[in-house]
C-alpha cells in the first residue's frame, strides 16, 4: 500500500492548507470530509502562518542583500588599518620615525608586520588602537602619519562600525523572524494531520483506489514505495495492452 506524505517545507505545508481551505469554502459542510471546526482552524491559522513565511523570507533577503556592503566596509577599514600599519613601519625602516613609535600602537609584538585583520573583531580592536595611538603622538607634538592619515582611517573605520552595528540589527530580526515561523510549523503539522486524518476517515469505507483519488481532491499526498511502484508500472501496462 502506498504511505501517506506529509509536507516538509513551508511552502509545501501552506499548499496543503490552502487546498483543504479551498475545499472548505467550496463545499457544503454536510459534503465536507473534515469537520467545521477544522476549517475554522484552517482559516485563523493560515493568514498567521502566511505572514510569518513572508517576514522571515524579507528579514533574510535584507540581511543577505545588506551584507554586501557590509563586505565592502569591512575591506576598506581592513585596507586603510593595513595601509596606516605599513606606512608607519616604512617610515621606522627608513629612520624618519623612531622605533618606539611602535609603542604608542602596541604593535612592538609584531615584527613591522601587519596585525591580523581576518576578522570583525580584530578590525575593529586594531582601529581603535591606532586611532587612539596616533592621537597621542600628535598631543605630544610629533607630526600626523600621512598617506593615509589618521583621519581619513577614522572615516573609514566608524563607516564599518556603523554597518556592524546594522548587520547585528538586522541578523538579530531575521533571528527573530526565524524563531517565530519555526514555533509555527509544528502547528501547521498538527493541523494538517488532524486534516488529513478526518479526510482518510471520512472515505474510509470506500475501495483504496477511490479512497486515495478522494483524499488527494483534498490535497493529500500518496508515495508508492518502489516495489509497488513497479507494480504499479506492470498492472498499468498490461492493463493498457488489454485496452
Given amino acids: 500500500m502506498p504511505y501517506r506524505r506529509l509536507p516538509n517545507t513551508d511552502s509545501a505545508r501552506c499548499k496543503a492548507l490552502w487546498k483543504a481551505c479551498e475545499k472548505g469554502k467550496e463545499t457544503p459542510p454536510f459534503k465536507l470530509a473534515f469537520t467545521q471546526g477544522t476549517y475554522q482552524k484552517i482559516v485563523s491559522f493560515l ?36 595601509h596606516f600599519v605599513q606606512v608607519v613601519n616604512m617610515a621606522i625602516q627608513r629612520g624618519e620615525l623612531p622605533a618606539g ?30 586611532i587612539d595611538g596616533e592621537a597621542s603622538r600628535i598631543k605630544k607634538g610629533q607630526h600626523p602619519i600621512t598617506n593615509p592619515t ?66 488527494e481532491d483534498y490535497g493529500l499526498v500518496y508515495v508508492f514505495r518502489k516495489n509497488e511502484l513497479q507494480g504499479q508500472n506492470l498492472f498499468l501496462s498490461a492493463h493498457a495492452e488489454i485496452i
Fill in 150 to 215: 589618521i583621519a581619513v582611517v577614522k572615516v573609514r573605520y566608524e563607516q564599518f562600525l556603523e554597518a556592524c552595528m546594522n548587520q547585528e540589527s538586522l541578523q538579530q530580526s531575521n533571528n527573530r523572524a526565524h524563531k517565530e515561523l519555526s514555533e509555527l510549523r509544528p502547528q501547521a503539522d498538527e493541523l494538517i494531520t488532524a486534516i488529513w486524518n478526518e479526510v482518510e476517515n471520512s472515505f474510509k469505507d470506500l475501495p483504496d483506489q477511490l479512497k486515495r483519488e478522494k483524499a
Fill in 47 to 82: 493568514p498567521l502562518y502566511e505572514k510569518a513565511i513572508r517576514k522571515q523570507r524579507e528579514t533574510f533577503s535584507v540581511q543577505t542583500d545588506y551584507n554586501k556592503e557590509y563586505r565592502r566596509l569591512m575591506r576598506k577599514a581592513r585596507m586603510y588599518i593595513s
Fill in 101 to 130: 613609535t611602535m609603542d604608542h600602537y602596541s604593535l612592538n609584538g609584531h615584527k613591522s608586520k601587519v596585525p591580523p585583520l581576518n576578522t570583525e573583531e580584530d578590525i575593529i580592536k586594531w582601529g581603535k588602537v591606532l
